[in-house]
């Protein structure tokens, strides 16, 4: 993963655009950009060369900048070529760039290598790192600027805080512990149990705002179940705003699973119709209902749909059985347009729509928001990640037994200090200051080639 070679990627997506850009880095470019160019070039100007083959033969007319280390984003040498955006003609200078480079052995990055570097340069910790690679992927307007926050550093900015916080707390403790008989007035003296305090209603309420994050970065998987015919095609539909699935009257119409992606107030939400769940000989129908079952049991939250004359027949249970731990299940009768009895007619708790003229169905979004946990867009938001929110949790069940040992007193102090350095370590890894070995890798390999 840390290997000292120059290397070079398409920066650009593929496909056809004005601009594409090729990215070089490496600890010295002189030697390749004097073989593209036959001069060395200012930092940091645009200028406007001619790149040949080696017959001669013009490749592309493009504008190159040469970043000097440490100056740049991977903290290395970096000549950044803007060509025309042609899948074709980048492959091409890509080619020529590998041939001439060949003698500073130049190679094809690996995805995420760029990124990588700039964070074993100290241009950016991880969890920055992470955020760049966020906000590539960032579904919504308030993704971008969540991940746009996490990359300016705020919230490693908030991590560092928390983890100095313990530093200085550490530092007390462990100063105390070469005289034990004052172990006692120690924690009253250095106020530790208040200071410990603080650090826990911080970390809590770091603990939300990354639980917030990794809603606005991962958005929810929503899946619609229920007996066939209950209207799930035209919830969807209707959610969507368009016609995905396909509605009739039918029973069994959906077979597949049938995927469509929305945002609900910024939040993603991944939503999964699925074909009505009952007894069949129709050997398609069964493979679409098993995945059915499959969506089921990867699910966040399964919208459970009625109408008034479909009959559940222990299908609720069923479902309940097959969830992942901790997934909600939000009842909802559909087809309310059709309940003429009155609302009475309808399950007191259940939630009532009608896919066919929307009634209920804002009410709805604002139900399932408020079971994912959403709590609004808030000021400061990030984005976080399932890494994230373990090394927080762990980090806080290393504070609450802090708080245990130092609600002892007499002779836990050791105890104290070590459940601090615990936590602290545990935070650490968010920013990379304290790292596996094995994580490094894990998590640039996810990368897209060229970041
Ligand atoms: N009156 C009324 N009819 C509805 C409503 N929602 C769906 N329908 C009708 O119910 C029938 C079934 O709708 P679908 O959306 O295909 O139902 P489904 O649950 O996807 O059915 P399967 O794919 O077979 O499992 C269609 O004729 C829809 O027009 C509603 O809110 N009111
Ligand atoms: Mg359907």
Redesign the pocket.
């Known amino acids: 993963m840390t290997r000292k070679l120059p290397i070079i990627a398409i920066a650009t997506a593929p496909g056809r655009a004005g601009v594409g850009v090729v990215r070089i880095s490496g600890h010295n470019l002189k030697g390749i950009t004097k073989a593209l160019f036959q001069k060395e070039l200012s930092p940091r100007q645009a200028n406007l060369l001619t790149l040949r083959d080696a017959d001669g033969q013009t490749i592309d007319q493009l504008v190159a900048i040469y970043f000097v280390a440490p100056a740049s984003f991977t903290g290395e040498d970096v000549l950044e070529l803007q060509c025309h955006g042609g899948p074709q003609l980048l492959e091409l200078v890509m080619k020529r760039c590998l041939e001439l480079g060949k003698n500073d052995g130049l190679v094809i990055a690996e995805p995420g290598e760029f990124t990588l570097r700039a964070y074993l340069n100290n241009k950016i910790d991880l969890a920055q790192a992470e955020a760049i690679a966020d906000l590539i992927d960032a579904q919504s307007e308030a993704a971008v600027r969540g991940a746009a926050r996490s990359l300016r550093g705020a919230f490693s900015e908030s991590i560092n805080d928390l983890i100095e916080e313990i530093t200085q707390l550490r530092i007390l403790v462990e100063s105390t512990l070469d005289f034990p008989e004052e172990e006692i007035e120690f924690l009253e003296n250095a106020q530790a149990r208040t200071r410990l305090a603080a650090v826990k209603e911080k970390l809590e309420s770091l603990r939300v705002g990354a639980r917030q994050g990794k809603i606005l970065r991962d958005g929810i998987q929503l899946v619609l179940a229920?007996?066939?015919?209950?209207?799930?095609?035209?919830?969807l539909?209707r959610l969507a705003g368009e016609e995905v699935?396909?509605?009739?009257?039918?029973?069994?119409?959906?077979r597949d699973r049938v995927k469509e992606s929305i945002t609900i107030e910024g939040v993603p939400m991944h939503i999964i119709?699925?074909?009505?769940l009952r007894e069949t000989d129709d050997l398609v129908e069964a493979k679409g209902i098993e995945r059915s079952w499959d969506a089921i049991r990867l699910a966040d939250l399964v919208i459970f749909?009625t109408?008034p004359n479909s009959t559940e027949d222990g299908l609720k249970e069923q479902i309940l059985r097959e969830l992942p731990p901790k997934c909600p299940v939000l009842e909802v009768v559909?087809?309310?347009?059709?309940i003429s009895l009155g609302p009475t007619a309808a399950p007191k708790q259940a939630i009532l729509?009608?896919?066919?003229?929307g009634d209920g169905v804002d009410a709805l979004k604002q139900k399932i928001l408020e079971i994912v946990g959403w709590n609004g867009p808030q000021e400061g938001a990030i984005v976080a990640r399932r890494r994230h929110l373990d090394c927080l949790e762990r980090a806080s069940e290393h504070i609450t037994r802090s708080e245990q040992f130092a609600a002892n007193g007499n002779n836990s102090l050791e105890l104290f200090a070590e459940e601090l350095f615990l936590a602290q370590n545990h935070l650490g890894q968010i920013t990379g200051k304290l790292l596996p070995d094995d994580l490094l890798g894990k998590i640039f390999s996810q990368f897209c080639i060229g970041k």
């Open positions: 229920g007996a066939p015919n209950v209207g799930k095609s035209s919830l539909n699935a396909i509605v009739t009257a039918i029973a069994g119409t959906t119709d699925t074909a009505g749909l109408d559909n087809k309310s347009d059709l729509i009608s896919a066919k003229n």
